[in-house]
């Protein structure tokens, strides 16, 4: 019998996004600057005229590779590079991180709700008080012109504790990095921060009110707000 000389079906190849496109351009730049761990990347208005984009297409690129740890984007400061990886290190990262989306998404629906109602029913007045103080951290963060993201994590890691369930704390600590990567990509989108901030309050009054239904039902829909994450998919 001859060998099946069949060829192989060929497949589309797919046009990299615009912030692709611009995370391999502004990899090229650091690399050229010779920029290292602890420097400044020029200021956003000043790239996104050398690259002639606007500077919400330009916050894509920045946030995709805040996301991936590359730079660290600081208010008042501007983005400090973090390490100086190869294109092709991050694109493969940003690949990985948009296969596993839904996934965050799930874990966070299964986990996060459960969380919210045994904390409605077994917080203490101690809980209350740090989920308040979260609250706090993140309305003064949004306010000084920072996306709030610090106070979004001690606001969950507050209703986590709330819930006095350890075996969960603890799954919760084991996806808590992978939690990050959409925290950034949410509150980095214009009016998040004020949407989270508001739908952790409703969370914070039915947990308040120890009612058990209306904290489920509101975590799930704030699960479901934050997890748009529209930026690099």
Do not use: W
Request: net charge negative; charged share 25%; aromatic share 2%.
């Amino acid at each position: 019998m001859g060998r099946d000389t069949t060829p192989e079906p060929l497949t589309r190849v797919s046009k990299p996004r615009l912030y692709e496109q611009l995370v391999a351009q502004l990899l090229a730049y650091i690399e050229s600057a010779r920029l290292g761990p602890g420097d400044l990347l020029p200021a956003e208005r000043d790239l996104a005229e050398r690259l002639g984009v606007s500077r919400a297409t330009l916050a894509q690129a920045l946030v995709a590779l805040e996301v991936l740890g590359v730079i660290d984007v600081q208010h008042g400061t501007g983005a400090v590079l973090v390490y100086r990886p190869s294109i092709a290190t991050v694109i493969k990262g940003l690949q990985e991180h948009r296969n596993r989306l839904p996934e965050i998404v799930e874990a966070r629906s299964t986990l996060e709700v459960k969380l919210a109602e045994l904390a409605a029913e077994r917080r203490t007045d101690d809980d209350l008080a740090a989920i308040d103080d979260a609250l706090r951290v993140m309305q003064e963060e949004i306010v000084g012109g920072d996306r709030g993201a610090h106070g979004d994590e001690l606001f969950h890691q507050a209703v986590t504790a709330a819930a006095h369930s350890p075996v969960l704390g603890q799954l919760m600590t084991f996806i808590a990095e992978m939690i990050l990567e959409t925290r950034l990509e949410s509150l980095a989108q214009p009016g998040r921060p004020e949407q989270s901030l508001a739908s952790h309050r409703i969370i914070t009054e039915a947990i308040r009110a120890q009612d058990a239904t209306a904290a489920t039902a509101a975590m799930l829909a704030h699960i479901e707000l934050v997890s748009d994450v529209a930026l690099l998919k």
